[in-house]
């Protein structure tokens, strides 16, 4: 079993700058593919970006060039440093982990508000 634990979400203005983390516990994390998603407001949750456990990357459209996905095997942690943030990366961030037998893997979230 894998346990996840997101934390780093808070209240930031129109262009800050904010960096999650994504905890796990056990000693599968590095054979896991991870993965942020996030769900708004009103919205359908959606992928941000993913790291597979030989640290190849994929972003979505909207988290290209402004996001950056990362983990530290070491740390059992995985980052999304977020950059030039908008009201509408306003939502909940999960992290999610995945590869390891049939199921997800999923934490509880973390808020991040962009607002003035």
Request: hydrophobic share 30%; net charge positive; with cysteine.
């Amino acid at each position: 079993q894998v346990q996840l634990v997101e934390s780093g979400g808070a209240l930031v203005q129109p262009g800050g700058s904010l960096r999650l983390h994504c905890a796990a516990s056990g000693s599968i994390f590095n054979v896991l593919n991870m993965g942020w998603y996030r769900q708004g407001p009103g919205k359908q949750r959606e992928l941000v970006a993913t790291i597979s456990k030989d640290f190849t990357t994929n972003y979505s459209e909207f988290a290209e060039g402004r996001f950056t996905i990362s983990r530290d095997n070491t740390k059992n942690t995985m980052y999304l440093r977020m950059n030039n943030l908008r009201p509408e990366d306003t939502a909940v961030y999960y992290c999610q982990g995945s590869g390891w037998g049939p199921r997800n893997f999923w934490g509880q979230g973390t808020q991040v508000t962009v607002s003035s």
